[in-house]
Nanobody, 124 residues
Framework: QVQLVESGGGLVQTVGSLRLSCAAS????????VGWFRQGPGKEREVVAT????????YYADSVKGRFTISRENAQNTVYLQMNSLKPEDTAVYYC?????????????????WGQGTQVTVSS
């Protein structure tokens, strides 16, 4: 089992940047695929990016390609989401999620472990 804690959210202006962190407990975090998801007001939870347990495979939603970068430091039990060129439509609660797997999934229902979320607000 793994516990996840997100941090790094906040209020930023359009075209600004933020870096989210997802800190995990557990000695086998390197065996978990991780995803970042978000849920905006009145919207369903959607995938933002995912990363395989080695970091060698990543996936990005079309809406964030070229602007967001997911990475991980297994020695630090941490996954990051660097968000650049932020837009008001990126405003949401951002969650990290983990699955004991070598394969990543874009469907949030495939992830059993979730953090509490961190709010990102982008003002125009």
């Amino acid at each position: 089992q793994v516990q996840l804690v997100e941090s790094g959210g906040g209020l930023v202006q359009t075209v600004g940047s933020l870096r989210l962190s997802c800190a995990a407990s557990g000695r086998t975090f390197s065996s978990y695929a991780v995803g970042w998801f978000r849920q905006g007001p009145g919207k369903e939870r959607e995938v933002v990016a995912t990363i395989s347990w080695t970091g060698g495979s990543t996936y990005y939603a079309d809406s964030v390609k070229g602007r967001f970068t997911i990475s991980r430091e297994n020695a630090q039990n941490t996954v990051y989401l660097q968000m650049n060129s932020l837009k008001p439509e990126d405003t949401a609660v951002y969650y990290c999620a983990a699955r004991f797997s070598s394969i990543t999934y874009s469907n949030p229902s495939q992830y059993p472990y979730w953090g509490q979320g961190t709010q990102v607000t982008v003002s125009s």
